[in-house]
């Protein structure tokens, strides 16, 4: 689960982490008056007003009209994502700023081309900045353990740091047992190149973070940038959160920092049949029962020749009106140009997802080819089944067929 980054610094302060005084605003109208009674009348002398969406790269995203994709133009200056104010009238500078985000996409090199919707808003104090740092936590699976990365290059995707100077990203790994020790906070510090009281503020703020990112139970926790300040200060100048979502039994406050409307519209409604599905970006859609079946189907489907276009394990226990709804919500998906379903009859029977699969096509109109392998408990009871509807199925019998009917469906 993903939340704003200014939900996140909301934590994070109740953690005792640093962060800047903030404050989210939902209209242009609130953003200049919260900018005068919240910052310029407190003695603000620069304020940033900074777009909230699930992404990243905001700072350098570009505002788009969302129905004619036309540049947003403030100030003779396209909008960004993120926009500092340190001169003229600040508060009215927050309502222009404010009145080109809402309401318009942000295009970023996380979200592509689509952009997001911005919604709301964050104002937030100036900061004098003397370096800017990268910092995150997060699971290693791999190891069982919990990673902190931090890099003195900060600012920029870390991605990218990786690729070209891999040797600038200092790790340490957290023996569950033990914990996070304080000569590992120091070897942090000294691999970024501090020393003297900036190595003593910077292992307090690590510490924080650490601890937060244990209390809350998260599975990533990004702060970059990670600023100093010219006074020796380490402040989370950005927060980016992800929750565990098996932890979230202990954390019932939750649910009220969910934002739906930042979510795929077909992974909330999957949501509402406890169905495991996930968006991608392929042509071909998928459903198959159990998660170790779905990534061979994907694989195979990849073979073929197409590209998946989700990521739906419906389970081993799925009746007919689940695999309808699965089916349903599957082919709500405008990009899909052929489908393939893969069920094992193990716990499911397959004449159970084979009337689920005609009890979705009462309600939903298919125009792609629909490629069906089942295999197991049943498997000859489903094919005559779908072979008696008087419905066009291409039924398979071994995974190599499925992926030869799938190649000839998309004419490849």
């Known amino acids: 689960m993903n939340i704003h980054e200014y939900q996140a610094k909301e934590l994070l302060r109740t953690h005792g982490v640093p962060v800047l005084r903030s404050k989210a605003v939902f209209s242009s109208e609130e953003a200049g008056a919260v900018a005068y009674s919240d910052f310029v009348s407190q003695g603000s002398k620069a304020i940033v007003v900074k777009a909230q969406i699930h992404a990243g790269g905001r700072g350098k995203g570009t505002v788009h009209n969302p129905t004619t994709d036309e540049p947003v133009i403030v100030n003779d200056k396209q909008l960004r994502g993120v926009t500092v104010l340190h001169s003229g009238d600040l508060a009215d500078g927050a309502y222009q700023v404010a009145h080109g985000l809402l309401g318009n996409k942000l295009v970023t090199i996380q979200t592509g081309v689509k952009g997001k919707i911005v919604r709301r808003v964050l104002i937030e104090d100036g900061c004098n900045i003397a370096h ?28 990218k740091v990786a690729e070209e100077t891999p040797e600038k990203i200092i790790k340490v790994h957290v023996n569950p047992a033990s914990g996070f020790m304080p000569f590992q906070a120091r070897e942090l510090a000294f691999g970024l190149g501090l020393s003297g009281a900036a190595v003593k503020n910077f292992v307090a703020f690590i510490t924080k973070l650490y601890a937060a ?6 599975s990533m926790l990004e702060v970059n ?49 406890n169905l495991n599905y996930i968006k991608l970006d392929g042509n071909v859609g998928c459903m198959v029962n159990g998660a170790g079946l779905a990534m061979g189907t994907m694989d195979t489907i990849q073979l073929a020749g197409g590209k998946p276009a989700n990521f ?25 140009e052929a489908v393939l379903i893969n069920i094992f009859g193990g716990i499911v029977r397959c004449d159970r997802v084979a009337n689920g699969i005609l009890q979705a096509l009462e ?27 008087g419905l066009n199925f291409l039924v398979a019998q071994t995974l190599q067929d499925a992926s030869d009917r799938v190649t000839e469906a998309l004419g490849r």
């Open 132 to 159: 800017e740092y990268y910092c995150s936590i997060l699971l290693d699976r791999g190891r069982g353990e919990n990673l902190i990365m931090v890099s003195s290059e900060g600012g920029v995707e870390i991605e």
């Open 213 to 218: 990112y244990e209390s809350m139970d998260c």
């Open 225 to 273: 940038p990670l600023v100093s300040t010219v006074d020796g200060d380490f402040i989370a100048l950005d927060a980016k959160v992800n929750f565990d979502d098996n932890a979230e039994f202990r954390h019932p406050h939750w649910a009220a920092l969910r934002d739906i409307e930042e979510e795929d519209p077909l992974e909330v409604e999957a949501g509402k049949y």
């Open 312 to 336: 739906l394990d419906v389970g081993g226990g799925a009746n007919a009106e689940r695999i309808a709804n699965a089916f349903r919500i599957m082919m709500s998906d405008p990009t899909v």
């Open 363 to 389: 309600q939903v109109a298919v125009n792609v080819p629909v490629i069906v392998r089942l295999d197991g408990t049943n498997a000859i009871e489903a094919g005559e089944i779908l072979t008696g509807s």
